[in-house]
DNA sequence: ATGTCACTTTACAAGTGA
C-alpha cells in the first residue's frame, strides 16, 4: 500500500503533474496540502476520472487540503476544534479500508517572535489535544503532511544557519514531539536512520533546490499499528525539477509512504 | 541568504504569504 503527502502550493497550477504523479506511483492514498482553492473549484471530476475518489477542504488563496483514494473516503472529519485559527482549513481526517488518514498544513509561522509564530506553537498544541481526545492511537492511523517543522538537524541542510530558526526551532520541535508522544513514529526518519534528509522543500529562490539548501518538514508519522508494516519513505525528487512535467513544480517534493499488505 | 511563485485587488502594479 502507497500513501503518499504532496504539498501542491495552488492544485490548480499543478494539476498536470497530479494527474501524471497518480499515473507514475499509482498510490492508494494522497493527501495534499496548500490546495488553495475553494472546494468548488477543485479538480474533483478530473481526479474521479483519474480512478481517484477524493474529498477536500479548500478556502479562497490560502491554505486548503485535500485527501485522494482509490477506495471510497469515510468518516470525513473537517478542521477540528480548538483550532486557533477556525477560519483556515487545515486538517482534515477520513478513513480508506483500515486505515484513517489525518491530513495536516501546520501554520507557517513567519518567524520566531512574530505573532504568527506564537499561533503555530498553540496550533500544534491544540493538534495533539485533538488527536488524543478523538483518535485512536492503538489502531492504524497515519498523520501526514506539511508540519512546517524540520524534527531535528539531520532534517536540515545547515544546522548552523537554521539554529533556533522558523521550521527548526526548538519549541517547536518539542510540541512536534508532543504529538508523537501520544503514539506516532516519524517513519520517515525511521527508514533513513542518522542520514541526513531526505529533503522535502526548496524555496523557490536563490536556486535553492539545485544548490541543496532543503529541509525534511513533509512528514509521514504513523501508529505502531502503521509503522510495524513500514517498508520504505522516499522522496519524488524529480518531481521538484523545472524540467519534469507540465508547468512549473511546487517548493515541495512529494513523499511516498509504502507499507506491507495487512495479512488477511 | 533571499536571485520565486501564486494569490488577490474600488486591479492592469503592488502587497501578502510562503
Known amino acids: 500500500m502507497k500513501v503518499i503527502t504532496w504539498n501542491v502550493n495552488s492544485v490548480r497550477q499543478r494539476g498536470p503533474r497530479l494527474l501524471a504523479l497518480l499515473a507514475r506511483h499509482a498510490p492508494d492514498v494522497v493527501c495534499l496540502q496548500e490546495t488553495k482553492v475553494e472546494d ?10 483519474a480512478g481517484y475518489h477524493s474529498v477536500a477542504f479548500g478556502q479562497r ?7 485522494l483514494a482509490r477506495e471510497p473516503l469515510s468518516d ?14 487545515r486538517v482534515l481526517a477520513a478513513t480508506v479500508g483500515d486505515l484513517r488518514v489525518i491530513d495536516v498544513y501546520v501554520v507557517n509561522g513567519k518567524g520566531v517572535g512574530d505573532p504568527a509564530y506564537e499561533v503555530k506553537l498553540a496550533w500544534l498544541d491544540a493538534l495533539a489535544d485533538h488527536l488524543a481526545a ?13 508540519f512546517n517543522v524540520a524534527p531535528t538537524d539531520l532534517d536540515v ?22 504529538l508523537l508522544d501520544w503514539g506516532l ?27 541543496g539548501w532543503g529541509l525534511r518538514i513533509d512528514l509521514m508519522l504513523g501508529s505502531a499499528a502503521v509503522a510495524e508494516r513500514l517498508v520504505s519513505v522516499e522522496v519524488d525528487r524529480e518531481e521538484r525539477k523545472p524540467t519534469s512535467g507540465e508547468g512549473k513544480p511546487s517548493d515541495h517534493a ?9 495479512p488477511s
Open 40 to 49: 468548488a473549484d477543485f479538480p474533483g471530476a478530473d481526479i474521479l476520472e
Open 61 to 67: 488563496a490560502y491554505n486548503g487540503v485535500a485527501i
Open 76 to 89: 470525513v472529519r473537517l478542521g477540528f476544534r480548538g483550532d486557533p485559527v477556525p477560519g483556515e482549513a
Open 134 to 146: 478523538t483518535e485512536d492511537a492503538s489502531r492504524p492511523i497515519v498523520v501526514t503532511g506539511d
Open 157 to 178: 541542510h545547515d544546522p548552523q544557519l537554521w539554529a533556533g530558526k522558523n521550521l527548526a526551532s526548538a519549541p517547536e520541535r518539542e510540541r512536534l514531539q508532543r
Open 185 to 211: 513514529m516519524d517513519l520517515g526518519r525511521a527508514h533513513a536512520g542518522d542520514q541526513a534528509g531526505p529533503f522535502t522543500w526548496w524555496d523557490y529562490r536563490m536556486g535553492a533546490f539545485h544548490r
Open 254 to 262: 512529494p513523499v511516498i509512504l509504502t507499507l506491507r499488505d495487512q
